[in-house]
């Protein structure tokens, strides 16, 4: 045999091999048709795509109705443009993947490696549709009501993958969960980049919520959700997120853009968020919380641009879980920041807003509120950042003075929601500092468009502030901008 035919035969060996990895869906019976019930034949495909060898279940041009389906390892979904991943509108037809971990999901996978989901289509739960069934059969007493307030306690996430290692997700659209849209819950290794993430079909509509992963890219996406679009949970005591890195995102929400917590029973470290935009945001552009104990480490943000947001920054230390010592947050660096707050409510005409709540006050500061007791926030550096407010805060509507009994009377709220209006009217229009050590500003730029009755920053309770090329633009000629109360070792450069 000649050795041109030898590297022929074997080219066609290797071309047959690839080919072999990469499966129609019509070759198990999957339906495009948008009514054939296609969950057992999808996920007799991934199963039998995983026990020979691994490969790419491809999907195209259709509509695919299914509940329930599962990952194995080593199978990839490609969505081609044009392909719709279909939730079924029956909550019967959807079922949580093991009896230890109850998490009901249009898309699972558990203990999976090598897996991906990718291609330029659509992941469609069909969410306010089935939440409104699963309601039905809650109303009717064939369903338990676990959670009360019409709020079903098992509707399905959209994509929720558990413990899984080696994880790609690109380029689809995943959207009209029931609950939680985008779920990667201890998960190692995984890339997720050019999503779009839509959970805007029911409230506690989450976006993507990250619990307790490790060594995660989330890259060039948009998310758009009803409740917090990008919120890092840690779930257990023993867990916690690590090494996550999200840049060049676009996030819009009812509640928080960026968010971690609230559950905090591990923690967070070593996590950077770079470049990225918010807007139309009801809540923070970004919050850092630690309300369940747990901790904080190493964060990083940089270049968060934020516009018609109600909040920009809140660092909160709480005590919800009385059986633990409150947690600890430290080490935080924000820079090169822009924020716009409106006056009037930023989500206006969504299809779920945030609620209004926690009035009357007026516009309230971005915060930092560790807890009495010794429970500081730490080591938290503010750098090159302007932020743009409103002003025209109105002493007859409410009132915070500063003197001592104004100050001392503002509450703890240890075990409160955490939230950055929870304190009602508080007694500055741009920062609030309180129960906190080494904390610097630089060359930090403070606008208010209307003339307020307090001044720019508060802080008290607090130690080793430095404050370094402030600038504080507020018409109705010059005041003093800066209070302090109970605070060691305040520097003014």
């Excluded at 199978?75 to 079924?88: C, D, F, K, P, R």
């Excluded at 009035?359 to 309230?364: K, V």
């Excluded at 002493?395 to 003075?401: D, K, L, S, T």
Aim: with cysteine.
């Amino acid at each position: 045999m000649n050795k041109i035919k030898i590297v022929w035969l074997l080219s066609f060996f290797c071309l047959v091999q690839v080919s072999a990895k990469d499966y129609n869906a019509s070759l198990f019976g999957i339906k495009s048709n948008g009514t054939t019930l296609n969950t057992t034949s999808i996920q007799k495909a991934i199963d039998y795509i995983s026990e020979n060898g691994g490969g790419t279940l491809q999907f195209y041009v259709g509509r695919y109705l299914t509940g329930s389906i599962f990952l194995k390892s080593n199978v990839t979904i490609n969505l081609n443009e044009g392909a719709i991943l279909l939730g079924s509108t029956n909550p019967y037809d959807y079922r949580n993947f093991n009896d230890k971990i109850h998490t009901f999901s249009f898309v699972s996978a558990y203990q999976a490696e090598n897996i991906g989901i990718t291609g330029k289509g659509v992941i469609d739960g069909q969410g306010r549709e089935m939440v409104y069934n699963f309601l039905d059969q809650q109303h009717k007493g064939i369903m338990p009501d676990l959670m009360r307030y019409d709020r079903p306690g098992l509707r399905p996430n959209g994509v929720y993958l558990r413990e899984c290692k080696n994880v790609t997700v690109t380029g689809v659209t995943i959207k009209s969960a029931g609950g939680w849209t985008f779920y990667p819950d201890q998960c190692e290794n995984m890339l997720i980049d050019g999503v779009t993430v839509l959970g805007l079909d029911f409230w506690n509509n989450d976006g993507i919520d990250i619990v307790d992963c490790k060594n995660l890219k989330l890259l060039n996406s948009f998310i758009d959700a009803a409740d917090d679009a990008i919120c890092f949970k840690s779930h257990e005591a023993n867990k916690y997120c690590e090494n996550v890195e999200v840049r060049n995102c676009v996030a819009r929400s009812s509640a928080s853009a960026i968010k971690f917590g609230t559950v905090t029973a591990g923690g967070y470290k070593h996590i950077r968020i770079i470049n990225n935009k918010v807007y139309n945001t009801h809540r923070s552009a970004i919050t850092i919380a630690v309300p369940d104990g747990g901790f904080v480490d190493d964060v990083l943000v940089d270049s968060l641009y934020a516009y018609n947001t109600s909040n920009a920054i809140y660092l909160r230390i709480g005590a919800r879980n009385t059986s633990r010592p409150p947690g600890t947050l430290k080490n935080i660096t924000i820079q090169n920041m822009y924020c716009e707050i409106p006056a009037t409510k930023a989500d206006v005409n969504y299809p779920y807003e945030g609620p209004v709540e926690d009035n009357p006050r007026n516009i309230s500061p971005a915060s930092i509120v560790g807890l009495a007791g010794g429970y500081d926030i730490e080591n938290v550096t503010l750098r090159n950042i302007e932020l743009v407010y409103p002003g025209g805060g109105n002493v007859h509507y409410a009132y915070r003075g500063l003197k001592p009994a104004d100050l001392d009377s503002i509450p703890e709220m240890a075990r409160s929601y955490p939230e950055f209006s929870q304190f009602l009217e508080l007694p500055a229009w741009a920062f609030w500092v309180r129960h906190a050590k080494n904390v610097t500003f630089e060359n930090i730029t403070l606008t208010a468009k209307e003339r307020d009755y307090r001044p720019a920053i508060v802080i008290q309770e607090t130690e080793n502030v430095t404050l370094k090329n402030m600038l504080y633009k507020e018409p109705g000629g010059k005041k003093k901008q800066v209070h302090t109360y109970k605070t060691k070792n305040i520097v003014q450069k």
